[in-house]
């Protein structure tokens, strides 16, 4: 572990006492893995071209993980009528499930009613914790230039200042993912300027490995300030200018998930651990091209060479999974059974 790692982790043991994420009577929720609404994207999306609401209406997404034995759900709660939300809190607790939402973090000051809004709801639907992005694309992919960079960073730092104080007022706390934008201790070095009990990380498993970061090391780095998570396996294949990234069903790829589990309750025995599995062709992470690298140019080559070796080591037995070609029926079922083999695999070899 280098020197600079060590200061982040140091930086995050120093910070200030963060709130438990949910009482005792939490019981088996904790231990039964929940569902992130974007493991339906290809449903949502079929879903809103018809003109339906569908899994996009947190009761209906509540019921459907619910008969597939999810021990939650992560949804966008929005802005709602206290009757629906009170319908809500009541079919998560007669489910015997946790219920987490997301949130789009404020543009600007004329956009906190709409923020505090939703805060209010999702509060009131029973919500603790509210998952959220920095950057919405790919860092390597949206941005050109080191200059446009770290303007995006610095609107997205006042953007969560702008956001502290009202999850400060509703007791919420906001759980920032890194989303292939942040690097995990750039992600730990903006949280301790921040220096609030209520901002701390949504851990995705898997994320990271298109930002040259080990999967590992990025749990271990982000474990002590995680208020949530998303679970996921990967499974990786070069190409010339690089190489794939593809989620995959939990078990069919490389990543060490019960050591990442293991650390993460180590550090937040309460956490909630949510499947997000996205069905998609694999992604490409253009590694060795020069574009690539205009935003990471402090990035050390070990960081590219380790990646790489990693990669080979993992050559996937099968050509990763692909969804083109394929008729939307065949896309809609392949996606559900994703989810359904993640979450029998989880309760089979990972006590979730």
């Not at 939990?250 to 990543?255: A, D, H, I, V």
Request: proline share 5%; with cysteine.
């Amino acid at each position: 572990m280098n020197g600079t790692r060590r200061q982040f982790l140091a930086a995050a043991t120093a910070l200030p006492f963060l709130p438990a994420l949910a009482g005792a009577a939490d019981g088996d929720r904790r231990k039964r893995l929940g569902v992130v609404q974007y493991s339906y994207a290809i449903r949502l999306s079929a879903e809103r071209a018809a003109d339906k609401t569908g899994l996009a209406d947190p009761l209906t997404f509540v019921e459907h993980c619910h008969e597939l034995g999810a021990g939650g759900v992560q949804t966008g709660i929005g802005t709602r009528d206290r009757d629906y939300l009170t319908r809500l809190r009541k079919k998560v607790e007669a489910c015997d499930m946790f219920l987490e939402g997301t949130i789009r973090l404020p543009k600007n000051r004329a956009d906190l009613d709409r923020f505090t809004a939703e805060v209010r709801s999702a509060r009131e639907a029973g919500v603790k914790v509210l998952r959220t992005v920095l950057l919405n694309g790919r860092r390597y992919e949206q941005f050109t230039h080191a200059d446009d960079f770290r303007r995006a960073r610095e609107q997205a730092e006042q953007s969560v200042r702008l956001a502290e104080p009202i999850l400060a007022k509703h007791d919420m706390l906001l759980a920032i993912e890194n989303h292939k934008d942040y690097r995990a201790g750039e992600l730990m070095d903006l949280l301790k300027r921040l220096d609030s009990r209520h901002v701390g990380v949504c851990v995705d498993t898997g994320n990271s490995i298109a930002l040259m970061e080990d999967p590992l090391e990025v749990v271990r780095t982000l474990a002590p300030r995680a208020f949530t998570v998303h679970l996921k396996d990967m499974a990786v294949a070069e190409y010339d200018e690089g190489f794939l990234l593809a989620e995959v069903p939990l078990g069919e790829g490389f990543l060490d998930l019960a050591k990442m589990i293991a650390l993460l309750r180590a550090a937040r025995p309460e956490i909630h651990f949510n499947l997000e599995m996205i069905t998609r062709d694999p992604l490409r992470v253009p590694c060795l091209t020069e574009p690539y690298w205009a935003t990471l140019m402090d990035v050390p080559g070990q960081d590219l060479a380790r990646t790489l070796v990693l990669v080979r080591k993992h050559r996937p037995k099968r050509p990763l999974p692909r969804l083109s070609g394929k008729e939307s029926k065949e896309q809609l079922a392949i996606e559900e059974e994703n989810v359904r083999k993640s979450l029998a695999y989880a309760r089979e070899h990972l006590g979730l």
